[in-house]
């Protein structure tokens, strides 16, 4: 088959290096990755056959930079890794279309609604859709406020942006910390503490950001990943998420449960999730709704990325996906691990 050029954003995200190597060995045809990433340190400069700096993609000027690399490397495609590269590129589709470039993004409105948190679980509740009870709120006084309705300090509960990614400012709430253990014994980036001292910290800064005060989702994590056409699910399955990390879980295991298909298939309907999706429960809870690529468990004899990309450029059909349901193995296990890179800079 012809070689073609595939662009990958955030070429330094944790799980770049595994889905590079994926579409390099992809088993069909050569490949070449250009990585794009707004840090230079990122390991797709090191590991992909090209690449370029470009702005963060909440810049203005993303979108246009992200094309203006697509044009001089020959592009056919642009797989984001990063939520916040996916609403720059969603704006800018019809751009890149008219030149032959594909972007594995959904549209602007089902981004919106997947970010926004509140969003997501105001309309998980209208479908009857398992989520947490929650109350969007600015502020230290409203923060507490919010807590004690939730029930704290008889139950912790926890709190996080409305808009957010990878963990970043969840905290649990929970009047049983123990704050010399906390301080002495824990590591940094330790996610629990007591109400009284995030609404100190909150009514310090003044800070207005939108935040979600929820009840604390607890029991098992399961996410599912896979392949959606805007109405349905074409390819894919759930896997479970455990062994937490720094916010990022290190080890999978892909599991056959129709009902959370069947719950997946009805968000992405709702939403009209085009491409990769990534879809997270913790215990009973669906809590967050991801319109993109995120960790996967790879088989060699079905590789989603790659399959992914074939779908955008018009190589292969929903229904030739969806013939490939069988060949995903329940059982299967994905173990993350650190690795390291060692070079002397020009």
Do not use: W
């Not at 056959?256 to 298909?261: I, K």
């Amino acid at each position: 088959m012809k070689p073609i050029t595939i662009i990958v954003s955030a070429a330094g995200a944790p799980g770049a290096r595994a889905l590079l190597r994926s579409l390099k060995e992809n088993g069909e045809r050569e490949v070449r990755i250009v990585g794009t990433d707004m840090s230079e340190r990122s390991i797709g400069r090191h590991v992909c056959d090209a690449f370029h700096l470009v702005p963060a993609g909440s810049d203005p000027g993303f979108a246009d930079a992200m094309l203006d690399v697509a044009r001089r490397e020959g592009a056919v495609a642009i797989l984001p890794q990063s939520s916040f590269d996916l609403e720059g590129l969603a704006g800018a589709v019809d751009r890149f279309a008219a030149e032959g470039i594909a972007v594995l993004v959904s549209s602007p409105d089902a981004i919106d609604r997947s970010n926004d948190k509140a969003e997501t679980y105001a309309f998980l509740q209208r479908l009857g859709l398992p989520a947490p009870e929650f109350r969007r709120v600015a502020g230290a006084a409203a923060v507490e406020a919010a807590a004690r309705e939730l029930g704290y300090p008889d139950r912790p509960v926890c709190f996080k942006p409305v808009f957010s990614s990878g963990s970043r400012g969840f905290r649990i709430l929970d009047p049983t910390v123990d704050r010399a253990n906390v301080l002495l014994r824990e590591r940094p980036g330790f996610v629990a503490m007591r109400l009284e001292e995030a609404v100190e910290i909150l009514a310090s800064v003044d800070d207005r950001t939108d935040l979600l005060v929820m009840e604390l989702a607890e029991g098992p994590e399961r996410t599912i990943d896979g392949i959606a056409n805007g109405s349905e699910i074409v390819l894919g399955h759930p896997k479970t998420r455990e062994a937490m990390r720094a916010g990022l879980a290190m080890y999978f295991e892909t599991l056959d449960d129709p009902g959370l298909m069947e719950l997946s298939n009805t968000i992405v309907r709702e939403l009209g999730i085009e491409h990769f999706f990534n879809i997270q429960l913790v215990g009973g809870y669906v809590i967050e709704i991801n319109p993109r690529i995120s960790t996967i468990v790879y088989q060699e004899d079905l590789n989603l990325p790659y399959l992914g990309v074939k779908r955008a450029i018009g190589e292969i059909s929903d229904d030739e996906l969806r013939a490939l349901r069988p060949r995903i193995r329940p059982g299967r296990v994905a173990l993350r691990y650190f690795d390291q890179l060692e070079f002397d800079p020009a």
